[in-house]
């Protein structure tokens, strides 16, 4: 992707050109919104800029926060799925080598640094989005996840090439799991742990290659026992 302003190569983790240094907003090209200007009363998790609210003209239409400088998105429960559904084909396959191109080209990028929700201002947890994405996201439990600039875009390229089927598949083993039904049956999809909200938290043994954040994970938890023992 090039940069709108100099036309210079962008990274792929990144949103700021690296030649002309003008922030691109590379999650929302070719996606069909409206934005409805700044709240005010929201901080962005990143850089407390107030929020503002755009709507996406998705089938039903969706209102999500974003940060007007930092251009990160903040959805609630089930507004991120129904995006990556409205802007990418509705047929469900998986293609492996798709999925490993995505993989190699953005790579692990994540840092493990606590933000708040801009609702509750409860500190976020960081979940590893379908268990299997790559993409380790800031999730409030009650209000809904953040997604950072360039992450959307990764997610959506992540759910055309085979990561809505394993969405799907985490989701349904995840259920079996809670109700005490679910068990390793050798179908090679990632198993999903109770207790990481909607989007689900991933089992390390599931995929050798999800150890980066399957740390990021638990670090996050040991990082917030120790904070509520200091």
């Not at 439990?141 to 950072?148: K, N, P, T």
């Not at 990481?196 to 995929?207: E, K, L, N, R, T």
């Amino acid at each position: 992707m090039k940069c709108a302003s100099c036309g210079g190569a962008l990274e792929p983790s990144s949103s700021v050109c690296p030649f002309c240094g003008v922030r691109n907003d590379v999650d929302l090209r070719g996606v069909d919104f409206h934005d409805l200007g700044v709240d005010g009363n929201l901080p962005c998790p990143d850089c407390q800029t107030p929020l503002g609210v755009i709507e996406f003209q998705a089938d039903p239409k969706v209102r999500v926060e974003r940060c007007p400088a930092c251009l990160g998105l903040f959805f609630n429960p089930g507004e991120l799925e129904t995006i990556l559904n409205d802007n990418t084909n509705s047929s469900v396959w998986l293609d492996k080598e798709g999925l490993r191109q995505v993989a190699a080209e953005y790579g692990f990028h994540n840092e493990v640094v606590y933000l708040k929700c801009p609702f509750c201002a409860e500190r976020m947890s960081q979940i590893n989005f379908g268990g299997t994405s790559g993409v380790v996201l800031d999730q409030c439990g009650s209000h809904g996840v953040w997604v950072q600039s360039t992450e959307l875009r990764r997610l959506m390229e992540w759910w055309r090439v085979g990561g809505k089927l394993l969405y799907q598949q985490n989701e349904a083993e995840r259920a079996k799991r809670l109700t005490g039904t679910g068990r390793r049956d050798g179908t090679g999809a990632a198993a999903i742990l109770p207790g990481g909200g909607p989007w689900g938290m991933i089992d390390p043994d599931a995929d050798e290659n999800l150890g980066k954040a399957a740390i990021l994970n638990v670090l996050g938890r040991l990082g917030e026992w120790l904070v509520s023992k200091g």
